[in-house]
């Protein structure tokens, strides 16, 4: 009897079954998210990239005991709910572990996506070995996970751990989420880019230091622009480093973390972004947690949220193991049940 | 045997014995701080203070078995070093853990006087029955605590927590600790009065509604002056009473809590705090955290230190028994040595 797991994004939906020797991820599937037909069309995808991993590793769908999802979005694992993420378009609410549960026969823990990364970083990655984490991952939007004394922060709702909905600048630009001046609205990809958009557009003598497209640049060309001089890109690029320095700097004196680990898309800007949350690290902390801490890139790249669900499948997160077993009696049970298999 | 608890404050020490049965706190003492001595002289005070409650409750110094300290500042309980506590003068890095044991010969616990408050309010006020609480205190600085399921959250350095000092406005004022627009610098009762100076300072028409001597208000006399319609107070009184509810807001997006407990001085303020909390939790605050929690004001007053070094003492902090547990077997034991006493 096997894991299978699953991480459910915005662009990707990933697959693989856990191995407990080698390998820790065997009969990895990836596809493009086919948000055509929305939520039930993804969730029949989730079925369709399973049933190919569950197939290439050799083995039937009864001998997957359990499943564990990692998913966009504030999701509470004890009703399986998830709530409008941002990367989902016409996701509201949408009750993902009952209609996995549905299509596929197993128990199901799902896990938001930011958490989940974090665990991986924590048992396989940049966070190992440690006992206290702050993950922040800088991506489209940004999202958190926070590891205390080797436990996930979760809180009653699943909810803990929003660190892209902390506000900053209490009078700054509102949120998508409601919130005005969260660190989300003004680092991150999205709003790298769009401030970008709105301080070039008109600009009609603006000429790029770098070959970037102004009109559809991501934050990636915005980094680009700010390596090469472009004056906006590079003032834009450095008051978002900033201001997740700041972000960084709020994490050590509410959290005192042995580390904080930087992952998602921005990660990658290099020592403009790792230079600038030092700067502002070393002007703004206080020295006792400042020393306790080191501020580091994440390791394992795209693979963070998969990982993240193979610690849980190992028991790795005595919460996720309760509810790994805590799953409704009265559900039949899935492994043996031929019924259960995804067509 | 028994243990005995001091709350170290800026204007108070007071100390108390821990009776296991009825009252909690037997042989009160409380004398206003003597800072005339540096710490020195207030270490000597705490062992004056302790014998008045020991000899009080009829008993010797040689049936106190431990100690717990509440203190102001950060302080790290492993080394039990106090970092420049802002309302004690002259305080820095005094190793007191160790000057109370070359005094005493007790075993020694030290707590964050925030910490303190928020064990005490958890286990015995505003938090009792739940799991998960947020502890504010609003007084001359702003300090918090923090319990996740049942624990507080202390790491590495014992510094987390310190809600005061998270930025909510990156470009805001400058704050004694080195950040820049901590919460403190804002909405903290020192803030509020010198705020409320500031605004009022060569105002020649400046007639206060309430009786207020503008050049000494207080933050209590600018919550008057708020009630009784004085201009200059109520929009001070209010912006930084919605600065408190971003603070709390960020908490509710960080931690997940059931409760948000008000404590201090300001919250003392009535409806002009609470219900501007409100307003800016409903307007920002995301819906599945905001409706988990509920945020009220603290219940123990003065108390709350005291009863969370009692917590401590009736081994409810797993953490801080195992630090009562835990001092270098190679220190004497202080029960029972008649040089124990303290002249």
């Known amino acids: 009897v096997s894991t299978a797991v699953v991480d459910l994004g915005g662009t990707y939906v990933r697959s693989a079954i856990v191995s407990r020797e080698g390998e820790p991820l065997r009969g990895r599937v990836q596809q493009r998210t086919d948000h055509a037909q929305g939520s039930d069309g993804v969730i029949a995808q989730i079925g369709r990239v399973l049933r190919e991993s569950v197939a290439s590793v050799g ?141 070039v557009a008109g600009v009609e003598s603006h000429e790029p230091a770098a070959s970037v497209d102004t009109s559809r640049a991501t934050a990636a060309d915005v980094v680009r622009g700010a390596y090469a001089g472009d004056e906006p890109a590079r003032s834009i690029f450095l008051d978002a480093a900033e201001a997740i320095g700041v972000g960084v700097v709020n994490c050590l004196h509410l959290f005192n973390p042995d580390v904080v680990v930087i992952g998602g898309g921005v990660s990658n800007a290099g020592p403009i972004l790792f230079d600038t949350i030092d700067r502002i690290v070393g002007a703004r902390a206080m020295p006792v947690p400042r020393q306790a801490a080191i501020v580091m890139k994440a390791v394992l790249g795209d693979d963070a949220g998969l990982m993240g669900a193979v610690a849980m499948a190992l028991g790795r997160t005595p919460s996720a193991s309760t509810e790994l077993s805590g799953v409704d009696p009265k559900e039949p049970v899935g492994h043996g049940c031929a019924d259960a298999r995804p067509e």
């Open 59 to 199: 083995c039937g769908w009864e001998d997957i005991e359990n499943l564990i999802v990692s998913t966009p979005g504030p999701v509470t694992p004890q009703t399986g709910i998830v709530f409008s993420p941002p990367n989902m378009l016409g996701w509201n609410d949408v009750p993902l572990r009952s209609k996995l549960f549905e299509l596929l026969h197993v128990p199901t823990v799902l896990v938001n996506d930011a958490n989940a990364a974090a665990l991986g970083e924590f048992y396989f990655g940049a966070g190992s070995g440690t006992r206290n984490m702050v993950y922040i991952t800088v991506s489209t939007g940004i999202g958190g996970g926070v590891i205390v004394e080797g436990q996930l922060l979760s809180g009653p709702s699943g909810t803990a751990g929003e660190i892209g909905h902390m506000t900053i600048d209490r009078t700054g630009p509102q949120c998508k989420c409601g919130n005005v001046g969260c660190l989300e609205a003004i680092a991150s990809g999205t709003a790298i880019a769009s401030r970008f958009h709105a301080a």
